[in-house]
């Protein structure tokens, strides 16, 4: 049975949430701002609508404020509200109290600008305590709910998700770089996706269907639009111009999944299926698709996480993980014709086929293999893994594999 993840966050509800939890925000803060000023000063309905008039252009330069940061994604984290809280609060209070002082004709000079600044520990001082205490308790919560998100999938990033997206209507269109160019079955390729991504749901995983891309031939490859790193989605940067477009969607999708974002920047270029985790070693190769300042920079994002960057020199293949993958145990896996330097691993085991040089870890004692590899799936069963295999040649046919169809969040 496949279980679907949670659900696909399109811009416009990423919109709308942002929109409703600034306003919730600013909305509160000003009415707890103004009944507060009202009951010190015995409350008159004249009163009340100073006070409501005095400080409407604060709140709303609050909730633009806002509305900014939660479109960013800030709201993912308490203490990433809180930040945006006080920065709002505090440039809210002084602009709004400042244009009140402009609309009475008053000059700016710097003792008018000094006492507006003492607003925010007087007259303001409700409003800005509000904004920031709202921000930083109510604006995840009410961000994540109107996502359709929980408060544990912020706070703790889903684990055993598997991150796929539909073949588009001109898979046939697909990049071919190393192998020559073969009619694809559209049809076939349709049925066999389905059936991959069967594989995965049997075997424990949630789907997380990042939307169909019109028009991106190569978007089913969804591997090489990020890589995950414990709670940190590094956003790659296709080598090939022509799939730059396909990280716009996913971006949405792992942030929807509340990661910490990075992304790699032009001049660099990196592809996910360039990247093969092993433990704390990340192997990146260095070939047509991703280059050396990708490279740089991708060492740069995850130095910090406690992950240790080797350059791996491609070039008879499109991707690293078109030429070796790794097992379980760490051991990596290629087709010796296809490993330009077998001995960069501390570990490598030649498999006999191509195709076998693709494995997806599904668990500690199980493998996905492609079903075009049967004598290599026999070597990985018989070093005690369990194998499933899946047909995917029409993906064979663009130099796809096992592992470009998934990116895998453990």
């Keep these: 049975?496949?279980?679907?993840?949670?659900?696909?966050?399109?811009?416009?509800?990423?919109?709308?949430?942002?929109?409703?939890?600034?306003?919730?925000?600013?909305?509160?803060?000003?009415?707890?701002?103004?009944?507060?000023?009202?009951?010190?000063?015995?409350g008159?309905?004249?009163?009340?609508?100073?006070?409501?008039?005095?400080?409407?252009?604060?709140?709303?330069?609050?909730?633009?404020?806002?509305?900014?940061?939660?479109?960013?994604?800030?709201?993912?984290?308490?203490?990433?509200?809180?930040?945006?809280?006080?920065?709002?609060?505090?440039?809210?209070?002084?602009?709004?109290?400042?244009?009140?002082?402009?609309?009475?004709?008053t000059v700016f000079e710097g003792d008018i600008a000094a006492?507006?600044?003492?607003?925010?520990?007087?007259?303001?001082?409700?409003?800005?305590?509000?904004?920031?205490?709202?921000?930083?308790?109510?604006?995840?919560?009410?961000?994540?709910?109107?996502?359709?998100?929980?408060?544990?999938?912020?706070?703790?990033?889903?684990?055993?998700?598997?991150?796929?997206?539909?073949?588009?209507?001109?898979?046939?269109?697909?990049?071919?770089?190393?192998?020559?160019?073969?009619?694809?079955?559209?049809?076939?390729?349709?049925?066999?996706?389905?059936?991959?991504?069967?594989?995965?749901?049997?075997n424990g995983w949630s789907i997380l269907d990042v939307d169909e891309a019109p028009?991106?031939?190569?978007?089913?490859?969804?591997?090489?639009?990020v890589v995950v790193f414990g709670t940190t989605a590094v956003i790659a940067s296709p080598g090939a111009e022509?799939?730059?477009?396909e990280t716009v969607a996913v971006e949405a999708t792992v942030r929807g999944l509340f990661f910490d974002v990075e992304r790699i920047e032009l001049p660099g270029t990196l592809d996910g299926g360039d990247v093969l985790k092993v433990g704390s070693t990340v192997y990146v190769g260095r070939g047509g698709r991703t280059n050396a300042e990708g490279v740089r920079q991708l060492r740069a994002i995850v130095a910090p996480l406690g992950y240790t960057v080797v350059a791996v020199p491609l070039t008879k293949v499109l991707h690293l993980k078109s030429a070796v993958t790794a097992l379980p145990d760490g051991t990596v896996i290629g087709f010796a014709a296809n490993v330009d330097d077998p001995a960069i691993f501390d570990r490598f085991l030649a498999v006999p086929e191509e195709a076998g040089s693709h494995v997806v870890v599904l668990a500690p004692d199980t493998v996905l293999m492609a079903a075009s590899a049967p004598e290599s799936a026999a070597l990985i069963a018989d070093l005690g893994y369990r194998v499933v295999t899946v047909d995917i040649s029409e993906f064979e046919k663009l130099e796809g594999c096992v592992t470009c169809l998934s990116v895998r969040i453990r």
Aim: hydrophobic share 55%; charged share 15%; glycine share 6%.
């Design 115 to 202: 006492a507006i600044a003492g607003t925010l520990l007087s007259s303001n001082l409700v409003f800005v305590v509000a904004v920031i205490i709202l921000s930083a308790v109510v604006g995840p919560r009410l961000w994540a709910a109107m996502l359709g998100l929980t408060v544990a999938s912020r706070e703790n990033p889903p684990r055993m998700i598997a991150l796929v997206r539909p073949p588009a209507a001109n898979l046939a269109d697909g990049l071919v770089t190393h192998i020559d160019r073969e009619q694809i079955d559209t049809e076939l390729a349709e049925s066999q996706w389905d059936a991959y991504v069967e594989a995965l749901g049997d």
């Design 44 to 105: 008159t309905t004249e009163l009340l609508l100073q006070v409501h008039s005095y400080f409407l252009p604060g709140s709303l330069i609050a909730f633009i404020a806002l509305a900014v940061f939660a479109g960013i994604g800030v709201f993912s984290r308490w203490y990433l509200g809180l930040i945006a809280g006080i920065v709002s609060a505090v440039v809210a209070a002084f602009a709004g109290t400042a244009i009140t002082v402009a609309q009475s004709s």
């Design 242 to 245: 022509s799939r730059r477009d």
């Design 1 to 42: 049975m496949i279980t679907r993840a949670q659900p696909t966050i399109t811009f416009a509800r990423r919109v709308a949430a942002s929109l409703i939890t600034a306003f919730a925000i600013a909305g509160f803060a000003h009415l707890a701002t103004v009944l507060s000023h009202f009951m010190a000063n015995g």
């Design 215 to 225: 028009g991106l031939a190569d978007s089913v490859f969804v591997e090489d639009a």
